[in-house]
């Protein structure tokens, strides 16, 4: 490989570890060509690539991206799996394991995920956990129960404290400052001319004792 294209490799190489999300390092040892195109599909699926590149511009690439924990990982037959940043990591840490337990290939070596080192334990860890979509639909489901609860239970209270108002309105019970309709009420009281009409009974009883008087002086 000519220097130009030894640079461009390298150029390559930090270019998609900045890009990428998480970062696995793997021993490829055994691995024929067709199981490298069955596991580039696999991790296409996952939003992620997988790449050879031999470990001296692997380690100027790191330079260049300032990913130092990658060297540490730069001896023997090194591969690298790049996950993008719209990728699901888990899934693609999944793969790899699976891979390792068809076809007794590609052992986890370490790698980077958020700036910082990984582990061969914290990808077996990643290769364990759920699925991306798997995640985000149980967590909608623990974050969406209470929210349907909730918004139930405050139309259930607002219903409720509008019929309690619309009674307390009802009775007259609220202040005629705080009610409208209560200046309505004042009309009422128009019905209160017609009560001497009903107070002419009182003055036939008065003239009942005039009778009896009557009676006495005959």
Excluded: C, W
């Excluded at 909608?140 to 509008?162: C, Q, Y």
């Excluded at 019970?173 to 019905?191: F, K, V």
Aim: glycine share 10%; charged share 25%; aromatic share 4%.
């Amino acid at each position: 490989m000519k220097r130009e294209q030894k640079a461009a490799v390298v150029e390559e190489v930090a270019a998609q570890i900045e890009e990428a999300d998480a970062v696995f390092a793997v021993d490829y040892r055994g691995i024929s060509v067709p199981q490298v195109a069955e596991l580039r599909t696999k991790l296409t699926e996952a939003g992620a690539g997988f790449r050879v590149v031999k470990n001296t511009l692997t380690s100027l690439a790191a330079d260049r991206a300032g990913a130092e924990p990658l060297k540490e990982v730069l001896e023997g037959p090194t591969a690298f799996t790049f996950v993008s940043a719209e990728g699901d990591v888990a899934l693609a840490a999944k793969a790899l394991a699976q891979f390792k337990r068809d076809f007794d290939v590609l052992g986890f070596k370490g790698g980077m995920m958020g700036g910082e080192a990984l582990t061969v334990e914290q990808l077996g860890a990643l290769s364990r956990l759920p699925a991306r979509e798997v995640l985000h639909g149980q967590l909608v489901a623990m974050v969406a129960a209470p929210i349907t609860g909730l918004v139930r239970g405050l139309n259930a209270l607002i219903a409720g404290l509008a019929i309690q108002l619309k009674q307390i309105a009802d009775e007259g019970l609220l202040p005629a400052g705080d009610a409208a309709p209560a200046a309505a009420e004042p009309e009422e009281p128009a019905a209160e001319p017609e009560e001497p009409a009903e107070a002419q009974p009182e003055t036939e009883q008065t003239d009942t004792p005039s009778e009896g008087d009557d009676e006495k002086e005959g």
